[in-house]
């Protein structure tokens, strides 16, 4: 069963002739429609986040700015990220929508969750919007989940490291972040020595792997890296940042994965949750439409019982062996932060 939440932003935040478009949300539905669910698909309607929800990891005065910023017109955040009259509602539908998918799926202990919005968010910061994002829609959901004294397990797969979730929960011991990403690239964070904070040392985990990587290349950081220290962690809830802009034919990056491969992706982050019910998708980059289509139909194939034949997976490209320096870097920086 397929909790959908949302969608939200098919017409608001519309920046003209921006990669991070509404078509963006049309193509996810359109990859949605091919899986012909039928009553397997279940909708659930955004709500707007409260304020407690977000100033549990964005500060007060940025949130204020922000909606100032937005009812008056808008304009540019920064040189990537716009803002329009209407970018601020639709920011707080986006951020509110995991919320409501955690809500259904808690109330149904069945399905997996998709957030389908849009501004995406895990570029966002505490205290500002950067590289598309406005708010941190998957942070705000981890958060209200760490509040209520679950453990949570962030999984970010999209091709740019989230330096904004990294930041969020630095020092979070409930919240483990995982990020696989092109480097280098677009924010230039996400060096495997970086652990997390004083008081979560170790809950945060980089895999950073070069241009041309292939999708066995993910696979084995998930299977070798990953897969241990989310054995440790046990986590209560599996949040994931599903970006499909790794797959080889988005023009904003240069890794090589297809379709199948963020089935397979997906396979393994799904068995991490503790039982169904308990793994939600939230939307973040991927910017050729019918990658995004194609990757939204495999993705969910494989986690509702490969309902669809994706094209193959990749493997040849290079990065076996910066996933094993990745394992080294990471096991030295958790010694001297241990020490």
């Not at 202990?109 to 998709?114: E, M, N, Q, R, T």
């Not at 972040?177 to 924010?187: A, C, G, K, R």
């Not at 241009?211 to 949040?239: E, I, K, N, Y």
């Not at 939230?282 to 990757?295: C, I, K, P, Q």
Request: one cysteine or more; proline letters at 6%; aromatic letters at 6%.
């Amino acid at each position: 069963m397929l909790i959908l939440a949302g969608p939200v932003g098919e017409v608001e935040h519309d920046g003209g002739r921006h990669p991070e478009c509404p078509a963006r949300v049309g193509a996810v539905l359109q990859g949605i429609e091919d899986l012909r669910l039928g009553g397997d698909l279940v909708r659930v309607d955004a709500r707007p986040a409260s304020r407690e929800d977000l100033v549990r990891v964005h500060d007060g005065r940025y949130l204020d700015e922000l909606e100032a910023f937005s009812r008056h017109g808008g304009g540019a955040l920064d040189p990537d990220t716009f803002v329009t009259s209407t970018s601020w509602d639709a920011a707080l539908h986006a951020a509110g929508a995991g919320l409501a998918a955690v809500e259904e799926l808690d109330s149904r202990c069945d399905g997996v969750g998709f957030v389908v919005v849009r501004p995406p968010g895990h570029h966002a910061v505490r205290s500002r919007g950067m590289g598309f994002c406005l708010l941190n829609n998957v942070a705000v959901a981890a958060g209200a989940l760490a509040a209520r004294g679950a453990r949570v397990l962030v999984v970010d797969w999209d091709v740019h490291h989230g330096n904004g979730t990294q930041e969020i929960f630095w020092n979070e011991p409930a919240v483990l972040y995982v990020s696989t990403h092109q480097w280098p690239l677009y924010p230039g964070t996400g060096r495997p020595e970086e652990v997390g904070g004083t008081k979560a040392v170790g809950a945060t985990l980089n895999v950073p792997v070069p241009p041309g990587a292939t999708g066995d290349v993910l696979r084995l950081a998930l299977d070798d890296v990953v897969s241990p220290a989310v054995d440790g962690f046990r986590p209560d809830w599996v949040l994931v940042s599903c970006g499909f802009d790794a797959h080889r034919a988005d023009p904003l990056a240069q890794l090589m994965l297809s379709s199948a491969d963020f089935a397979a992706l997906a396979r393994t982050v799904s068995a991490f949750a503790p039982s169904a019910g308990r793994t939600v998708l939230f939307l973040e980059g991927g910017y050729d439409l019918e990658a995004v289509r194609r990757s939204t139909t495999a993705t969910l194939s494989a986690l509702l019982g490969d309902l669809d034949r994706p094209e193959p997976a990749t493997s040849g490209g290079p990065g076996a062996e910066a996933v094993r320096a990745v394992a080294l870097a990471r096991t030295r920086a958790l010694d001297a932060a241990q020490g």
